[in-house]
Every structure is written in C-alpha cells, then in structure tokens.
C-alpha cells in the first residue's frame, strides 16, 4: 500500500509585555519576548526547521536567537512527526516613538528540508497559556499602541544675566527662557506657548508680541524630544508699589493637545 508523505506544520507566536502575558497594548519602553512554537503535524520527520522573524515596526531587538539586519532566526535540528518544539524566545523592547503606528504585527515564518514554502505563524489560541494555535483566522501577532500625548514644560530666568539671582528691586533685566517636552509617544505639530507679562515689567525682545502676551510656535515635537529655549527679555519697572513678586506662567498647546498646559 502506497504511503502519502505528509510533510507539514503548524508555527505560532506568543508574548509578553514587562512579563506580563495578559497585557494586550504597548505606549512605548516596554519589553515585549516573543515565544514561537513548531508542531510537526504531517507524517515525515523534518530537519533544519529554521525560524525566521522580521523585527516588527515600532520596536528594536534587545536578545534571543539570532539577529541580522533586523531579521531574527532560530534553527531546529529535527522535529519528530506530532513533536512540538520548545519555545524560541526573543526579547525586542518598544521605542518611545509609535507615530503613525497603530499596532505592532509580528509573523514568524518556518521552513525545514522538507517544507520549501514558508509558513507563517499564527496566534495562540490563549496567549497566557499558549499550547495551541489559533489557525482559523489570519497570520500574525498582534498587540495594540496605545496613543499616547503629553507635554511638560519649565521656564528658568537670568536677572542682569545672573541666573543665582532670586530678587529685583526695579529697573533689572530680567530673561525667560522656556522649555517644551513632549512626554508622548506620538510627534506633536504646532506647539504653541504663550505667556502673559506679569504685572511690574514691560517686554522688551524676543518672541512674538501682542497685548501684553509673548508667543511662541514649535513646528514640531518629536516624542521624547525637549525643546530649544524659547528666549524672551522683559524689564522691570521702577515703580513696584504693591509688588510683592513677579510671578510668570506660559502655557503651551499643540494640534492634539488643546488644553493649556
């Protein structure tokens, strides 16, 4: 009797996130490890199973098998028929930048001696307990960005070019100088500060200036990044009566971030 040789298999990837195999989005900064299994499912005994796992977008490769321009491999001797292979494990870790990325799809591919096609890898059918895969839907796995937007922003002085001075009298030069940081993991566009003169000084320079306020435009923020300073001169009047600080407050907005920080 003819025997059909069946020479098959079946891949599929799970993770977890900082450990965490419940976790399923990432906002950047994260350690995600990544765990593929084999499963010989025909009748043939396969040799030189070979894994390889193209970094996804959004990430960078921290450890596990082997790395070459940004393609990860890993190489099983043998697999016996109905064997499944042992985990192979990578680790990648997040970037703080996931502008424009909505999700972080990744898909192994296997091929062996006997099997020239490559196969790609499924999801688990439970990522906690991954011993099956989840072969009735689409390739690829999958965990979600969470978007993410936030600003910080700090504002140091110089009185008469002295940043150690902590008091006027009247009549001091007094520099602002503002920093923007985009604390998110999405790039922000049109960064705008505006700072409102205090009471006892008169603007001076630097900015754009309109009733009574000193502005600025950031064109872009990429996440992560810290502003250049944002540099304006004010003066401080002779007259203080009733002045007992000069208190400054910017604020600062952006295309996505529309209350004032």
């Known amino acids: 009797i003819p025997v059909e040789q069946l020479k098959w298999l079946v891949s599929w990837k799970a993770y977890k996130v900082n450990g965490d195999a419940s976790v399923t989005s ?6 995600i490890e990544y765990a593929v299994y084999v499963r ?3 009748n043939q005994a396969l040799t030189n199973v070979v894994i390889s796992d193209a970094l996804p977008v959004g990430t960078e490769y921290v450890s596990g098998g082997t790395e070459t321009g ?20 990578f680790t990648v870790k997040v970037k703080s930048n ?3 990325i909505a999700e972080i799809r990744n898909v192994a591919t296997v091929v062996s001696d006997e099997v020239t096609t490559p196969i790609e890898s499924f999801p688990p059918v ?4 991954p011993t099956e895969p989840n072969d009735t839907g689409e390739t690829g796995t999958v965990i979600d ?3 993410a937007t936030g600003l910080l922003s700090w ?3 110089k009185v008469n070019g002295s940043a150690d001075s902590t008091a006027v009298r009247g009549g001091e030069t007094v520099e602002y100088s503002i920093y923007a940081r985009n604390l998110g993991n999405q790039d922000l566009t049109n960064v705008v500060i505006t700072d409102q003169l205090p009471d006892g000084v008169e603007y001076v320079s630097g900015g754009t200036f309109a009733n009574n306020v000193v502005s600025f435009t950031i064109p872009s923020l990429a996440a992560g990044q810290t502003s250049v300073p944002q540099i304006f001169t004010v003066k401080v009047k002779e007259d203080l009566t009733n002045i007992s600080v000069i208190r400054n407050v910017a604020t600062v907005v952006a295309d996505s971030i529309t209350t004032p920080i």
């Open 26 to 31: 990432v906002t950047g900064g994260e350690d």
């Open 40 to 42: 010989n499912t025909g």
């Open 70 to 89: 940004g393609v990860i491999s890993f190489q099983i001797p043998a697999l016996a028929v109905g064997e499944t292979s042992a985990p192979q494990v």
């Open 98 to 100: 996931l502008t424009g």
């Open 126 to 129: 439970d990522n906690t307990n």
């Open 145 to 147: 960005v969470e978007p």
């Open 155 to 157: 504002k140091a002085y």
